[in-house]
T-cell receptor, first 113, second 118 residues
Framework: TQLLEQSPQFLSIQEGENLTVYCNSS?????LQWYRQEPGEGPVLLVT?????EVKKLKRLTFQFGDARKDSSLHITAAQPGDTGLYLC?????????????FGTGTRLQVTL | KAGVTQTPRYLIKTRGQQVTLSCSPI?????VSWYQQTPGQGLQFLFE???????NKGNFPGRFSGRQFSNSRSEMNVSTLELGDSALYLC?????????????????FGPGTRLTVL
């Protein structure tokens, strides 16, 4: 069974601070996705990283896929209250149809004024 | 284009009852997956349907079942409810079968159905 461990579990920071969330596994994934879930809603896809070492930027969010495709990180610069939510990583074991995603344990982020 | 819709949004049941949850995927999406989300276990995969056939199944007991209709709408059923079945049940569709499919099975989630078992 493939597992994805996220750290930290909880993070409470003030507006303007930087933070990094980690997603680690002993398994190799063909791709890794990051989602954000706000209270009362389902997760929303932020990004998919595919190539080992790949870095993708989405405004103040920077996503990196590890060289060995076993881990990933999400860095937020100058966090804002709108970044508050549950961040989930999800790994796809292989490409193609019917690929069953494994979701990480989640990181709950709270950004206060 | 409308997103994934789930009904009902909230449900309260008692132990031993059964429940049916409904999901309508994004128009044109043919793959529908169901997940259970709890504070303790996180997001866990229940099953996936594509073209009315169950293709993948997670590690849940047989009390959890589902089906998909010809219009891609899906239902999941939980029989003989237990207290531990209290959770947020999420439905998601994917681009598989469309010209936009990226092979990475990105999921488009609905808002979920919050089930409370008393």
């Amino acid at each position: 069974t493939q597992l994805l461990e996220q750290s930290p579990q909880f993070l409470s920071i003030q507006e303007g601070e930087n933070l990094t969330v980690y997603c680690n596994s002993s398994s190799v994934f063909s791709s890794l996705q990051w989602y954000r879930q706000e209270p009362g809603e389902g997760p929303v896809l932020l990004v998919t990283v595919v190539t080992g070492g790949e870095v993708k930027k989405l405004k103040r969010l920077t996503f990196q896929f590890g060289d060995a495709r076993k881990d990933s990180s999400l860095h937020i610069t100058a966090a804002q209250p709108g970044d508050t939510g549950l961040y989930l990583c999800a790994g796809a074991p292989n490409t193609g149809t019917a690929s069953k995603l494994t979701f990480g344990t989640g990181t709950r982020l709270q950004v206060t004024l | 284009k409308a997103g994934v819709t789930q009904t009902p949004r909230y449900l309260i049941k008692t132990r031993g009852q059964q429940v049916t949850l409904s999901c309508s995927p994004i128009s044109g999406h043919r793959s529908v997956s169901w997940y259970q989300q709890t504070p303790g276990q996180g997001l866990q995969f229940l099953f996936e349907y594509f073209s009315e056939t169950q293709r993948n199944k997670g590690n849940f007991p047989g009390r959890f079942s589902g089906r998909q209709f010809s219009n891609s709408r899906s239902e999941m059923n939980v029989s003989t409810l237990e207290l531990g079945d209290s959770a947020l049940y999420l439905c998601a569709s994917s681009l598989e079968g469309t010209t936009s499919y990226s092979l990475h099975n990105e999921q488009f989630f609905g808002p979920g159905t919050r089930l409370t078992v008393l």
